[in-house]
Nanobody, 126 residues
Framework: QSQLVESGGGLVQLGGSLRLSCAAS????????IGWFRQAPGKEREGVSC????????NYADSVKGRFTISRDNAKNTVYLQMNSLKPEDTAVYYC???????????????????WGQGTQVTVSS
């Protein structure tokens, strides 16, 4: 069974850091772009970042540019999201998902992504 599992979320103060992990099982991440998404209460799911299958291309939402860094370790079948200078508006459930390319992420074609992880909660207190 192909699945993704996120971890690393938690409660952090304004300006703090967290590193999220997205680990795959049942399939190899090598051939997939991986997107990170988040959904805050009462809001639509939004794209946060995306990394190409080889890791040579990365994309970020304007709201996180300069603060978040996406990376991948295909040998560990894992993608990471390093989040620095966290703000209360970053509070959300964060999901990772596998997709054909980051073009789908850029054009918000969330339906192109599967599987999705179950999500990990990130809460930033002020």
């Amino acid at each position: 069974q192909s699945q993704l599992v996120e971890s690393g979320g938690g409660l952090v103060q304004l300006g703090g850091s967290l590193r999220l992990s997205c680990a795959a099982s049942g399939f190899t991440l090598d051939y997939y772009a991986i997107g990170w998404f988040r959904q805050a209460p009462g809001k639509e799911r939004e794209g946060v970042s995306c990394i190409s299958s080889g890791g040579s291309s990365t994309n970020y939402a304007d709201s996180v540019k300069g603060r978040f860094t996406i990376s991948r370790d295909n040998a560990k079948n894992t993608v990471y999201l390093q989040m620095n200078s966290l703000k209360p508006e970053d509070t959300a459930v964060y999901y990772c998902a596998a997709g054909p390319s980051c073009v789908s992420w850029m054009f918000k074609r969330n339906g192109d992504f599967a599987p999705w992880g179950q999500g990990t909660q990130v809460t930033v207190s002020s």
